[in-house]
Structure formats: C-alpha cells, structure tokens
C-alpha cells in the first residue's frame, strides 16, 4: 500500500512569498492518479491539481503542480491571503482502486 | 449542477454500527466512470480514504478498515450508504462523500460539507 509523506509538515511564509510543498511516495506513482487538494477550516476539501500537473475549474494559475515517480510538487507562485489553508496529496495506486492521501501540510502565516 | 450531502446521525455509542447515506444530484451513478467516495477526517487530522463504490457497483476499501465497512448504492434514489461497524472512539471524525470522474480528474472533484459524527458512550 502506498504511503504519501507531506513536507514541510508546517510553512511559514508572508503574503507574497513562494510556496513550494513536497508529496513522496513510498513507491512509484502514475502521474496522471496524483493529485493536490486545499482545505480551510470547517470546509471540504478543494480539488486543486489533477494528473500532477492539471488544474482543476477556476483554480488561479499561481497554482501549479509538476513532479513524477515517487516525487511531487505543488507550487504557489505569490502567496494570497486566501491562500492560506492545509494542503494535502492524493493518489490512487496504480492497477488498483485503493486511494490515499498524505498527512498534510500547514501553509501558515509568519 | 453537482451537490453531495451527508446524513447520519450526529451520536454513536461504542460497539455500535454507524451508517451514513450520501444523497447527491447533477449526476448519475449508472453513468461509466462515476464513482462515489467515503473519506473521513478526524478532529484536528488528516483526511482518510475509506471506500468506494463505481459505476458497475464494484467495490473497494481501505486495507486498514475493510473489515468494518460496507459501502452500497441505490441508484433509483441517488443515494450511496456507507455502514461502519464495532465504532470506537477512534472512529470519532468528520465523515465526507465524494464524486469521482475516472475519465477525467480521476481524483474527488465534487464534496459534500461532511457530517461530524461523535463515538461517546
């Protein structure tokens, strides 16, 4: 079963600063089943990337995912103040239907 | 317009069974490549993939609770029922569903607001 291990757990960053968050995966993961998702307190979810590199409907494109393999990458170009929120990783294991998702990280303000 | 929502009750005892149903519209779950998820998120953690159910009523669970789950739909009602037995004060979380698209994001595009359930005796 894949494990996705989120880094940094937490970020510190002001408004306008570059955000770069990490997702590994314990093993090889097709770039198309990895996904990004927000969440804000007391809301669902967001979907943000799809296919690692996707974005999904009316997400700003200061947002931007790359990676492959067992290494991904989401990207915040300039951080908003909206923009602040938990960020979580998703895949779906290949040839399989299990999903899971990482632990999290914390994009907070400095 | 696509919209999910959980009901359920708010209330479990320790050892009882939980179910909760997923009453959702915008989409049909006879359509190929829909699917719907369960994830969970218990207070101040992750989120949890738990199970899902697809378009030809295949289903699947998570590896660490399937023993416990049971996922099922009917189609007529637009409803998606998940039960969770022998619940423990573990199981305490906010509980989610989720529409899947495999032909296009492949990943949960559509949530509902999630239905905090409490496991307290």
């Known amino acids: 079963e894949i494990v996705l291990t989120q880094s940094p757990g937490t970020l510190s960053l002001s408004p306008g600063d570059r955000a770069t968050l990490s997702c590994r995966a314990s093993?090889?993961?097709?770039?198309?089943?990895l996904a990004w998702y927000q969440q804000k307190p007391g809301q669902a979810p967001r979907l943000l990337i799809y296919?690692?590199?996707s974005r999904a409907t009316d997400i700003p494109d200061r947002f931007s995912g790359s990676g492959s393999g067992t290494d991904f990458t989401l990207t915040v170009s300039s951080l908003e103040p909206e923009d602040f929120a938990v960020y979580y990783c998703?895949?779906?294991?290949?040839?399989?239907?299990?999903?899971?998702f990482g632990q999290g990280t914390k994009v907070e303000v400095k | 317009q696509v919209t999910l929502r959980e009901s359920g009750p708010a209330l479990v005892k320790p050892a009882q069974t939980l179910t909760l149903t997923c009453t959702f519209s915008g989409f049909s779950l006879s359509t190929s490549g829909m699917c719907v998820s369960w994830i969970r998120q218990p207070p101040g953690k992750a989120l949890e993939w738990l199970a899902l159910?697809?378009?030809?009523?295949?289903?699947y669970y998570s590896t660490s609770l399937k023993t416990r789950l049971t996922i099922s739909r009917d189609t007529s009602k637009n409803q998606v029922v998940l039960t969770v037995t022998n619940m423990d004060p573990a199981d305490t979380a906010t509980y989610y569903c989720?529409?899947?698209?495999?032909?296009?994001?492949?990943?949960?595009?559509?949530w509902g607001q999630g239905i905090l359930v409490t496991v307290s005796s």
């Open positions: 998703y895949c779906q294991q290949y040839g399989s239907s299990l999903r899971t």
């Open positions: 093993q090889s993961v097709s770039s198309s089943l």
């Open positions: 159910i697809d378009w030809d009523d295949d289903k």
């Open positions: 296919g690692a590199s």
């Open positions: 989720a529409r899947i698209r495999v032909d296009d994001s492949g990943a949960p595009d559509y």
